[in-house]
């Protein structure tokens, strides 16, 4: 009889548990014949709340689909897990995407699936789960993100914005990843509707333990939401710090970015 | 003594009430997690303590999970004693215990066959009306046209004057060119059989200009430009671009609709005397090859046995063919759903559904028009 606990496996040990998550190091990218990183470095450890930001045509997005591994870098290392990407087995990368979860910027849900259906497709691929537990998952899954039962059997083209994101970030959660990617998650959403996400995503950092990189332009989402704040511009990394710290930056962008609010 | 029931992600200790979580409580082994949890004798009445300290990870599921059960059994909530949990799990069960009532159990879909049927014939109806309504839209475009012939988007017109005939012609002759072999090779072998190898030429010509060559002509254009403008017309309301057009001031059944009929109307019977032609030039290269019938031979007894009221029957009903065509692939196009599945359901069904009208049409015109040789 087993009553003990279990040994570890499987599970980050310890000594991990304060390692960094996500490690970008000196992460050059050439695009059309233009420098669009030119040494790109940071890490974020496990369990914080971290916002990108920088101008139009900075790389932010570039540089979330090389650290999903959907690109690749020109030069330099992205490591999830202290696994490097470019150096990933196919068995190995398969079993990171198990533990990170992306929201797209317009939800990316899938058209001909309804949003139950949406949610319940990661969890289907991966695990096999009698029917009433698989909707016991999804129903959870979608309160969670504040989505009702009525929204549940409708497809993504018949939901408003706001609730496409909600159901978006309800399949990025289906697998129970530790590491959340959003990509603009309050792009397109009313003023209420962004700030009502912000809190949602902050409460589901805290409480799921998630490490969250969030891609952003929305200013107020950077006071609501992130514990830190990396700015890239011109292809690097001009402030890393607390939103107060970055604001206070003398950098001419960031002047012009933070004097947009009043 | 001790009254212990343990399973691999529980243990129940009756003496002091207590349930100790242990392991993996986790999306993985969910499916174990709830039949340890069912085997345990959990008992309604008493208060229960629920122990953590044996968790190896608990997540959101596994954490709704034995809410769930804890619930179906009837235990209060509110009298559980949650003991041996870090701060974090702490967290996260009362953010699940909070969340999950709002979704509870999501009913996924059942597509059975009654669902399917019953959708199937409301969705006959929707379209039987909104095919009715975009006729009328069509003919009111038109009507406006005839009143303010400058309306007509000429640019549009000659661009898909080319896309829809220019274009098909080498597939139109090519296609039209082999039917004609294969049919007069055919025929030739069972006219030979009487020694009559003259009379492939009736039969050839009959057959090309009044059946083949209209119908292979229809419905390589319906597969051809009909999926093509249902794939354009489609993708550009997903892109909201018709909507755009709209809010310019523009119709866009002017813009969009009407250029495509009329291009298909003049186009298609156009395609089908070209048909015409490369089908019975094909015929008359198998007869001189196949049968020893020379082509003066062919061309002046095809002359004298083909009506021109045949070829001109024949040629009638492409611009029926067209209309029907030309209106389906624009329905189809300008009412899809508003995301990337629709659009191909819409292709499709175009192709299909202009497909089985061109014949449907074509049987009719047969049956109504027999007296014509």
């Known amino acids: 009889m087993n009553t003990g606990p279990q040994p570890r496996v499987g599970c980050p040990p310890d ?68 696994v490097d990407l470019a150096a990933a087995t196919p068995v190995q990368l398969n079993a990171l995407r198990q533990r990170f979860g992306l929201l797209f910027q317009d939800g ?27 909707c016991e998952v999804v129903g959870l899954k979608l309160g969670l993100v504040g989505l009702s039962a009525e929204a549940a059997g409708k497809r993504p083209s018949e939901l408003s914005g706001g609730m496409r994101k909600r159901a978006g970030l309800a399949r990025a959660l289906a697998l129970e990843p530790e590491l959340l990617f959003l990509d603009e998650p309050t792009a397109g959403l009313d003023p209420i509707g962004a700030r009502e996400f912000d809190r949602m995503l902050r409460t589901l950092a805290d409480s799921l333990g998630l490490t969250v990189l969030v891609v952003t332009h929305d200013l107020d989402t950077l006071y609501e939401l992130p514990d830190r704040v990396i700015v890239l511009y011109e292809g690097r990394v001009i402030a890393d710090g607390s939103v107060q710290e970055v604001a206070r930056q003398p950098h001419e962008w960031l002047r012009s970015y933070f004097s947009t609010r009043k | 003594m001790q009254d212990v029931t343990a399973t691999r992600h ?27 949890l069912k085997a345990l004798p959990l008992p309604v009445e008493r208060p229960l303590t629920i122990d953590g300290s044996a968790l190896v990870r608990l997540d959101s599921v596994a954490a709704n999970r034995l809410l769930s059960h804890l619930q179906g059994l009837g235990v209060d909530p509110a009298g559980l004693a949650w003991i041996g949990f870090g701060a974090r799990e702490r967290e996260l069960i009362t953010l699940v215990a909070e969340r999950r009532g709002a979704c509870a159990a999501i009913p996924l ?36 046209l005839v009143r303010r012939p400058t309306r007509l988007r000429l640019r549009e017109l000659t661009v898909q004057l080319e896309m829809v005939g ?45 059946e083949l060559a209209p119908l292979i002509t229809a419905v390589l254009v319906a597969g051809r430009s009909g999926a093509a403008f249902t794939a354009h017309l489609g993708a550009m309301r997903v892109n909201q671009e018709i909507d755009a057009i709209a809010v310019l001031g523009l119709s866009p059944w002017q813009v969009l609709v009407l250029p495509r009929l009329l291009a298909l109307l003049v186009v298609l019977p156009l395609l089908t005397a070209l048909g015409d032609v490369a089908g019975i030039l094909g015929a008359a290269l198998v007869a001189d090859w196949h049968l020893g019938v020379t082509p003066t031979t062919f061309f002046e007894r095809l002359q004298e046995r083909l009506p021109l009221a045949t070829a001109l029957f024949g040629l009638s009903k492409a611009p029926v063919f067209a209309l029907v065509i030309g209106l389906i692939a624009c329905h189809n196009g300008m009412t899809v759903a508003r995301d990337a599945r629709s659009v191909g359901l819409a292709t499709t069904a175009t192709v299909v559904h202009s497909i089985v009208m061109v014949i449907l049409i074509d049987a009719a015109f047969a049956v109504a028009y027999p007296e014509i040789k």
């Open chain 1, 108 to 134: 990316a849900l899938f058209s001909n699936l309804t949003v139950a259906e949406n949610v319940a497709a990661p969890i289907i691929e991966r695990h096999r789960l009698p029917k009433p537990l698989l």
């Open chain 1, 15 to 82: 000594d991990q548990a304060t390692a960094a998550v996500v490690e970008v190091v000196e992460v050059r990218t050439r695009l059309a014949g233009r420098w669009i990183h030119d040494g790109v470095s940071f890490t974020i450890p496990r369990g914080q709340v971290v916002a990108l930001i920088g101008g139009s045509g900075t790389g932010k997005t570039v540089l979330l689909r090389q650290l999903v591994g959907l690109d690749r870098p020109t030069a330099g290392t992205v490591r999830l897990f202290g």
């Open chain 2, 10 to 36: 529980c243990r129940w200790d009756a003496d002091q009430g207590r349930l100790c979580l242990q392991g993996h409580w986790t999306l993985a082994h969910l499916a174990a997690i709830d039949a340890d």
């Open chain 2, 166 to 210: 220019l274009r098909a012609i080498p597939l139109i002759i090519m296609m039209n060119w082999l039917i004609g072999v294969v049919f007069a090779y055919l025929l030739g072998i069972q006219v030979q059989k009487f020694g009559a190898n003259v009379f492939v030429v009736d039969g050839v010509g009959l057959a090309i200009t009044r």
């Open chain 2, 109 to 144: 879909p059942h597509h059975g066959l009654r669902r399917m049927l019953g959708w199937h014939v409301f969705e006959l109806g929707r379209n039987t009306v909104s095919m009715l309504a975009f006729v009328g839209r069509v003919a009111a475009a038109l009507g406006e």
